[in-house]
Antibody, heavy 122, light 108 residues
Framework: QVTLKESGPVLVKPTETLTLTCTVS??????????VSWIRQPPGKALEWLAH???????SYSTSLKNRLTISSDSSKSQVVLTMTNMDPVDTGTYYC??????????????WGQGTLVTVSS | DIQMTQSPSSLSASVGDRVTISCRAS??????LNWYQHKPGNAPKLLIY???RLQSGVPSRFSGSGSGTDFTLTISNLQPEDFATYYC??????????FGQGTKLDIK
């Protein structure tokens, strides 16, 4: 079955770089039109889309965060990696990775990881 | 960027009620609108995609409608497990996406 699992540090210091890994199973990151996004939720706030990568290598970033984000994938490891530079306490929250379903044309997120809580504090 | 605005931000209802949640896009997005249910401590769950298509396994009391800029999620005959926060999300500008600010549905 399809699963996604986020991993990374629980605590980072302000100004540090965060690296999160999404390990997927049950599908290949090489499949046509396959895509994975990173989405976060600060405590008590709404979901916020961060970045997306497609199997053909196309990438996109949130306009407000694009200068701080890098998304990449390694299909041999079934992993999608997100790095976010210059972390700040406002970046505290739960970070999710989610698959965009191919071939429906609506790119809905049909499978999500359970999320990983990242706290930014000195 | 396309902005998504949900209303209301919060809603109280009783088991058995019918509720509607609205989502408005800042520009036309055709039917590229998806709805999710999110409960604390859980991953968001896809309910509706393409504005009106019910995700497999989701109860038929959930329905979606709309096109262009105005969309609605309707839950008929509310059940205890339906109390959660609901989000709309546009995918018209794939691979860039936007979520609404969420609607929290709680028990009256």
């Amino acid at each position: 079955q399809v699963t996604l699992k986020e991993s990374g540090p629980v605590l980072v210091k302000p100004t540090e770089t965060l690296t999160l890994t999404c390990t997927v199973s049950g599908f290949s990151l090489n499949n046509t039109m396959m895509g994975v996004s990173w989405i976060r939720q600060p405590p008590g706030k709404a979901l916020e889309w961060l970045a997306h990568i497609f199997s053909n290598g196309d990438k996109s970033y949130s306009t407000s965060l694009k200068n701080r984000l890098t998304i990449s994938s390694d299909s041999s490891k079934s992993q999608v990696v997100l790095t976010m530079t210059n972390m700040d306490p406002v970046d505290t929250g739960t970070y999710y990775c989610a698959r965009s379903r191919p071939f429906t044309w609506y790119y809905e997120f049909d499978f999500w990881g359970q999320g990983t809580l990242v706290t930014v504090s000195s | 960027d396309i902005q998504m605005t949900q209303s209301p931000s919060s809603l109280s209802a009783s088991v058995g009620d019918r509720v509607t949640i609205s989502c408005r896009a800042s520009q036309r997005i055709s039917s590229y609108l998806n709805w999710y249910q999110h409960k604390p401590g859980n991953a968001p769950k896809l309910l509706i995609y393409g504005a009106s298509r019910l995700q497999s396994g989701v109860p038929s009391r959930f329905s979606g409608s709309g096109s262009g800029t105005d969309f609605t999620l309707t839950i008929s005959n509310l059940q205890p497990e339906d109390f959660a926060t609901y989000y709309c999300q546009q995918s018209h500008t794939t691979p860039m996406f936007t979520f609404g600010q969420g609607t929290k549905l709680d028990i009256k």
